[in-house]
């Protein structure tokens, strides 16, 4: 990658109807997303949110091995779950950014590499609407049913958009944990203190998650978070969570904050993360541990730094490296960095896809978001600099000498594709911007070899 490449942002124009629905109007109506602006001027948008989707799952589809859907703990909040994932072998944390709570205010969190703004329409929305009924349906039912008419908002239109990727931070994590442990080529990252577990006895299990204790009190454990009946579990006047002796193979010390269990008082259920669960079936037992832990197997001592360690995938390919720092406050600092390769074909993937088309797919309807008009730049800070510069009357080209633009071979590093629907821009642009994609992802310094780049 070019040195002087801190960031890469992509711009884009493309023309689709608003799929991405707001709240029902009177009950009934779907309603598209929209804002006023210039006086009382109607703009649909498609928010952050969705275009983050889009662009994930369109990565899901396409590079299946390496853009696996990432782990999560469901509750009140879902979150990502970092006791079975992290930023090596798991790309959409390391591009989207994750939050995962360890206790009480505790957490580690980790923005997103790539930066999007809302998609906003270029031409305003004027009440557009359209009215459907299940008349083929019907037709089906010889006269023994009437129609169900609804209305619905649309707009169709060309739509802004900008990605802005962060390379500086894109392969690149710290998280400051407890302890860690390193055996037999597998290294066990300690979120909490270790603890005493709790062990069931008298437990059948019904499924592969809920099991049965003492023929009638229910425990589910799903994704990292136990959900058990109140009767199984005893409140001191402290209000934290500690276990029934009568159902407990001996006493334990283990006790559970108040900020860290919900109550459903409706069901009389207690809910809070743990960290594993082993049940054995011959002795009809069930342990629970609390301990907050991620193992990452495969890992092999560095040669030259005894603090650092290289992570290997299951065909025994660097991913990256680990390092670990021990702090005064006898925490951990634990400082991830991805393989360079593997970084740059992640860049590459990102890329190849916004250039090519998002899977726009809502409802029966698929438009696609495939870019009308196209820039990229490579910048010195993860700024989106053409976003404000575009729109349907032109390119306001006094953007291209933005000094955040990087240079190579004395020429600005910008990508531009233009439709036939957008040659009025060819005039603003002639001659300043590179038009052959490989040439600049060339300049741009990637040297990651993926077909898909090129197309």
């Given at each position: 990658m070019n040195n002087n490449v801190k960031a890469i942002t992509i711009t884009e124009i493309f023309e689709a109807s608003a799929l991405n629905r707001d709240e029902k109007i009177g009950g009934n109506i779907p309603s598209i997303k929209k804002f006023k602006r210039d006086g009382n001027i109607t703009f649909s948008f498609l928010s952050k949110v969705a275009m983050r989707h889009y662009l994930f799952?369109?990565?899901?589809?396409?590079?299946?091995?390496?853009?696996?859907?990432?782990?999560?703990?469901?509750?009140?909040?879902?979150?990502?779950?970092?006791?079975?994932?992290?930023i090596l072998n798991n790309a959409e944390l390391d591009a989207f950014g994750y939050m995962f709570t360890i206790g009480g205010q505790s957490s580690i969190t980790r923005k997103g590499c790539i930066?999007?703004?809302?998609?906003?329409?270029?031409?305003?929305?004027?009440?557009?609407?359209?009215?459907?009924?299940?008349?083929?349906?019907?037709?089906?039912?010889?006269?023994?049913?009437?129609?169900?008419?609804?209305?619905?908002?649309?707009?169709?239109?060309?739509?802004?958009?900008?990605?802005?990727?962060?390379?500086?931070?894109?392969?690149?994590?710290?998280?400051?944990?407890?302890?860690?442990?390193?055996?037999d080529n597998s290294l066990t990252l300690l979120f909490t203190d270790k603890t005493d577990s709790v062990i069931f006895t008298k437990v059948e299990k019904n499924d592969d998650n809920t099991y049965i204790v003492n023929g009638k009190y229910e425990i589910q454990i799903i994704s990292g978070l136990c959900n058990i009946k109140g009767d199984l579990v005893d409140i001191s006047k402290k209000n934290e969570l500690t276990f029934n002796k009568n159902y407990i193979e001996k006493s334990t010390k283990v006790k559970i904050n108040e900020e860290n269990y919900?109550?459903?008082?409706?069901?009389?259920?207690?809910?809070?993360?743990?960290?594993?669960?082993?049940?054995?079936?011959?002795?009809?037992?069930?342990?629970?541990?609390?301990?907050?832990?991620?193992?990452?197997?495969?890992?092999?001592?560095?040669?030259?730094?005894?603090?650092?360690?290289?992570?290997?995938?299951?065909?025994?390919?660097?991913?990256?490296?680990?390092?670990?720092?021990?702090?005064?406050?006898?925490?951990?600092?634990?400082?991830?960095?991805?393989?360079?390769?593997?970084?740059?074909?992640?860049?590459?993937?990102?890329?190849?896809?916004?250039?090519?088309?998002?899977?726009?797919?809502?409802?029966?309807?698929?438009?696609?978001?495939?870019?009308?008009?196209?820039?990229?730049?490579?910048?010195?800070?993860?700024?989106?600099?053409?976003?404000?510069?575009?729109?349907?009357?032109?390119?306001?080209?006094?953007?291209?000498?933005?000094?955040?633009?990087?240079?190579?071979?004395?020429?600005?590093?910008?990508?531009?594709?233009?439709?036939k629907d957008f040659e009025m821009f060819s005039e603003d642009i002639k001659g300043k911007c590179i038009t052959d994609w490989n040439e600049f992802l060339k300049e741009l310094g990637m040297v990651y070899n993926n077909e898909s780049t090129s197309n």
């Open positions: 799952n369109t990565l899901y589809r396409l590079y299946n091995s390496e853009w696996q859907e990432s782990p999560v703990i469901p509750g009140d909040v879902i979150q990502f779950d970092l006791t079975n994932a992290n930066g999007i703004t809302k998609a906003i329409s270029l031409e305003p929305w004027e009440g557009d609407m359209q009215f459907n009924a299940n008349h083929d349906l019907v037709n089906r039912t010889n006269g023994d049913a009437n129609p169900n008419p609804v209305n619905k908002e649309e707009h169709m239109s060309f739509y802004k958009v900008s990605f802005t990727i962060d390379i500086e931070k894109l392969g690149y994590d710290i998280w400051f944990i407890n302890s860690y442990e390193y055996k919900k109550y459903d008082e409706e069901n009389n259920i207690y809910s809070f993360p743990i960290g594993t669960c082993i049940y054995n079936n011959k002795n009809k037992k069930l342990e629970i541990n609390f301990e907050l832990s991620q193992t990452i197997n495969n890992v092999f001592k560095s040669e030259d730094n005894e603090n650092k360690y290289d992570i290997k995938d299951g065909n025994n390919d660097l991913l990256g490296t680990i390092e670990i720092e021990k702090l005064r406050d006898k925490k951990n600092k634990i400082i991830f960095k991805l393989d360079e390769n593997k970084k740059q074909q992640r860049i590459s993937q990102i890329l190849s896809v916004i250039k090519n088309g998002l899977i726009y797919h809502v409802s029966g309807e698929c438009d696609g978001i495939v870019p009308k008009f196209l820039m990229v730049a490579g910048v010195k800070l993860p700024v989106p600099i053409f976003h404000t510069f575009v729109n349907l009357r032109g390119l306001d080209e006094s953007i291209i000498n933005n000094d955040y633009i990087v240079e190579s071979n004395g020429k600005k590093l910008i990508f531009a594709y233009i439709s």
